[in-house]
């Protein structure tokens, strides 16, 4: 095993690196998930160059998305959208159409081609519920309206993310703009989507007695991973993203999450391998590409989305007061690691540029470091008294 | 992701086959592990060519092996020894004696390299607790001595075989033969794996008030990754094989392992990365090499492995009577992985050859089919009346 060296020293340096910028924005109170990104941008080749990630690296740390996604999915629960359904349905509708608008409007304006513009611009769109879900957590507000909306909106908001992810690149791959064509590709999306929500649950509820007579030790995960496997491999397959595949197979697995005791073990999987996604992932952000023009398009396009997060969300909610509409908006605001698969999708297969792809990585840095500070001014009415805050657990 | 198509293909179908195989297998009351070898063999590049995989998959193989190894150690309780300590020693010490000095043997007899030699006999060494166990476990007779001195010898056995790889590694990366380097080099070994035993769970002890002020989630299995990663990089630093690190790694974690809930972590990364090692393992075996003369010597190779192990741990407990001697010698005739692994790491180092490789498989496929029905039929008297065969369940 020793012409491993490469290899392991990369495995163990990064997965170190990773974890020790993590552990100091934790301690900053910042999204551990950013430091691993920065250490990429840092260490990786185009900062220090102490750890140069090669071709397995890279294979590793698309298995790390694919297992992110997965996971992303298995903690959708059905039953959260039940609560506050139509409502948040409507925040979420508005909530993915205006920043989508506002985002491929601006790229094209700014003379990008279409098809960078309409990948940056679905990269605007997902809200990442964990940054929300903490800050609400921390402060004992769960239980309110506001709360509910918000959890309940960022569920719709990865499923519609995910469809438009899928009929952008469906409308890419085929690179035609008939009408005709873009309607059938967008369609195509939307009924994948639509079995995956409707029909993959039904199948693993069909497949679950046969899962306790199988001989397999962990039959449950196994089978778990096969799927999220095999969905990941069909969604390439079918010209869309295999994050895609990686989602729905989550989301079918979902119900049955808490029996088969999966999220615990997909999180321990995600543990080891998202280190290696989120390291990759600033390793691939050229530093060199942040001229005067760029920093200037990266604050409007933050800007951009924030606003078109705060009022698309906020709007459907208006009727109940201004105050409401403003913390939904706010909630709302923070993106995630479902953006930054989008981006790095888009940039694999030579869609987006290096410098679109700095833009979506320092919207995602942005709005996830404004959003929280302001969530707990606008929040703080609700807090119970006895306020005590617990801090110090993880983000993401 | 769409240039992610033939990565994602090899990752979904090995991981399919080799668990189908693995479930034949369990229903057969086979070992699984041998299925997914079996996997590799049939349908990998010298089978059917069904899944030939690449580079990328053969790195994942290789963070399987080393994690395969971090819970072999992670379950080496050293309370376990304490029990009928002195006696388990002595067994594990002639079961380790005397299969090496057979397979070195009978290798240098047939011609082949002396440091190829010195590497099967190496695997031929380790014991696989997991097959002993798990027959011991369902006849009910897990209290009794013979059982326990397997259990406790199977542990010994572990660290014995990987300061006996250490020392094969080492001396055959000086290629010197010069009795004064040879003895450096074995204590190198031997330093290496004391400090690792009576230091490195010392480190553990005092990191651990920290690790829980620590603002990371999963703290420690995070730094129990970051040791284990660490020191299978340091054992290749210092000339010796990553799953040497790997596997004292776990054992400097296997105290502190139920009250962090490590294991079951440590198990589901397993349960996801393993089947890509045991499906590499059987696809890299030429099934061609196995001409009359070939077949002959893996026949040999298993009747010496058997015979040599049941001898070697049968004296020990001989004043015991013959009874005691035969259960404790059969106990302990199982290989499995941690032979595998070895021959693996030779078969990388370019010191054993395909053949050679093909006898080690061969080795371990009978020496594990063998050992459990005779274990059945003499540990028959010790079995409860009320025997209930609590089968289907998974074996290593």
Known sequence: ??????????????????????????????????????????VGPYGARLVVPDEAIYSIAQIGAIFLLFTVGLETQPKD???????????????????????????ALRHNPIHEAAFVAAAMVATSVGIAARVLGDMRVLHTRPARIILGAAVFDDVLGMILLGVVIGVISNSSTQWVQLTITSLEAIGFAVVMLFYAPRVVRRIEPGLERMSTQNAPL???????????????????????????????FAEYSPRWNLRPRAMAINEFLAPFFFFSMGARLNLAVFDRRLIVSAIIVSALAFFSKLIGCGLP???????????????????????????????????????????????????TLVAPPLMKLIFREDAPPEEEFIERRRVW
Chains 1, 2 share one sequence.
């Open 1 to 42: 095993m020793q012409t491993a060296d490469p290899f392991l020293f990369q495995l163990f340096f990064i997965f170190v690196w990773a974890k020790l910028f993590g552990e100091v924005f934790e301690r900053l109170h910042l999204p551990a998930v950013l430091g691993e990104i920065l250490a990429g941008m840092l």
């Open 222 to 252: 196994i089978i778990a991973i096969v799927i999220c496997l095999g969905l990941s491999y069909a969604a390439v397959k079918i010209g869309m993203a295999a994050i895609i595949g990686a989602f729905f197979a989550g989301l079918a």
């Open 81 to 107: 959208l039940l609560s506050v359904g139509r409502t948040s349905l409507y925040v979420a509708l508005a909530g993915v159409a205006l920043p989508f608008i506002c985002g491929f409007g601006y790229m």
């Open 317 to 367: 909610v208006l009727h109940s007061g201004w105050k409401t509409a403003l913390k939904v908006g706010v909630g709302m605001v923070p993106r995630g690691e479902v953006g930054l698969i989008v981006a790095l999708v888009g940039l694999q297969m030579n869609i987006v540029s290096p410098s679109a792809y700095a833009l979506v990585i320092f919207m995602t840095g942005t709005t």
